[in-house]
């Protein structure tokens, strides 16, 4: 075959691009220090016990991890009463996520999430070629009866992030069930509760009792968040035992490092730091909604160390100029949320206090400068 200059052939990519988020990436005007706010991160670095794991681990770079990632298995199991055996730990919990996507749909199988799910359940329909299917929301919170009328014949997988994530908002355990107790056994739920921390401690619980029941119920949990390890990526699931085999041909063979899983563990042991942590989130979150309410902004109810909010009465084009200030003032990077339905929303990350500062601060002055 010849190929003409003007037409030159190229290989055809099976996954269908998707636009991407954009987020400010122009160097601050006033030369201030950034503050990234943008990616849900816990503000606090390592405690001592846990850096002290990842200089100790840095010294045997050259050796892999455990690919079984036994020792850490056993931690998690003993840390919340699970048998190992029904764990398996991921790069995240993002690429546990692939594995199960990979696991169990195909071309032409459905994979259903919330309206405004996780945008990684939309990544893993469009890498898989899957069916994405949306099940309306109510007042941005997952409608489980709308889900469960969502299911056809088709249907391979549901995706629900609880709390979720753009919106923060929350189910209750017993909603939870009844949708567990709804989905027909050949369809696989996928319960994350990446955030689930921030929600509290025995709700975490609650849901892996919630999963044990099922055979085709799986809870999907990560360090990067209230463990604060998300420059490590390590993440872990709760599966039913039979589907383990499966994933673990999915998975790369020693996709959690030797460095990450030497800090994970030591975070589950000094699980006191991470309750400390996490309750100060949870305070800071308390007094910086009830700030931005009283400057005219609205959030909705979170379960995360993130809120979703909005300018009362203002359409994108005002969010998306406070989003351009927060910068340009004061440094703050936040996230643009343009899905379909949230436009006029930001999303931001608690950070520390006088981060909050900065940016209930910044936020007054926008709302005092712009036109009533």
């Known amino acids: 075959m010849t190929r003409s200059p003007e037409s030159p052939l190229r290989p055809t990519s099976y996954i269908r691009a998707l636009p991407l988020r954009g987020r400010v990436a122009r160097p601050q005007p006033k030369g201030l220090p950034v503050i990234n706010l943008g990616f849900n991160e816990l503000p606090f670095g390592p405690s001592p016990k846990v850096a002290a794991a990842i200089a100790d681990a840095s010294n045997s770079a050259n050796r892999y991890g455990a ?76 409608d489980i009866d709308a889900l469960l009328a969502a299911i056809t014949p088709r249907t391979r997988l549901i995706f629900l992030a609880n709390p979720n994530n753009p919106t923060g908002t929350v189910l209750p355990v017993d909603e939870l069930a009844r949708l567990a107790r709804g989905v027909p056994g050949d369809v696989v739920l996928v319960l994350d509760l990446a955030y689930g ?65 030497a800090a994970a563990l030591a975070a589950l042991e000094d699980i006191a730091v991470v309750r400390e942590r996490v309750a100060v989130i949870l305070s800071e979150r308390r007094r910086v909604a009830e700030r931005l ?46 899905e379909a339905g949230l436009e006029q929303f930001f999303r931001f990350s608690l950070g520390l206090p006088a981060q909050n500062d900065l940016l209930l601060d910044c936020t007054a002055w926008f709302q005092q400068a712009r036109p009533a």
Not at 111 to 116: A, C, H, T
Not at 302 to 323: C, H, K, Q, W, Y
């Open 67 to 142: 690919p079984g990632c036994d020792a850490l298995r056993e931690a998690l199991g003993a840390a919340n009463g699970l048998d190992p055996d029904t764990l398996i730990c991921g790069n995240g919990s993002e690429e546990l996520l692939d594995v199960i996507g990979r696991n169990f749909a195909r071309p032409g199988d459905e994979i259903l999430i919330s309206q405004f799910g996780y945008i990684q359940f939309v990544l893993a329909a469009h890498r898989l070629g899957a069916t994405l299917v949306k099940a309306p929301e109510r007042a941005f919170t997952t």
């Open 197 to 261: 921390e921030f929600t509290g401690f025995d709700y975490v619980a609650a849901v892996h009792d919630l999963a044990r029941g099922f055979e085709n119920v799986i809870v999907t949990r990560t360090f990067s968040k209230a463990y604060g390890l998300a420059g490590l990526r390590a993440g872990w699931a709760q599966v039913p035992a039979w589907m383990l085999p499966g994933f673990y041909i999915a998975r790369g063979m020693g996709s959690v490092n030797h460095m990450a899983q």
């Open 293 to 338: 309410a009283e400057l005219g902004l609205s959030c909705c109810p979170s379960g995360t160390n993130f809120l979703m909010a909005r300018i009362d009465g203002a359409g994108p084009e005002v969010t998306e100029a406070l989003v351009e200030y927060l910068f340009d003032a004061g440094g703050l990077v936040v996230n643009r949320t343009r």
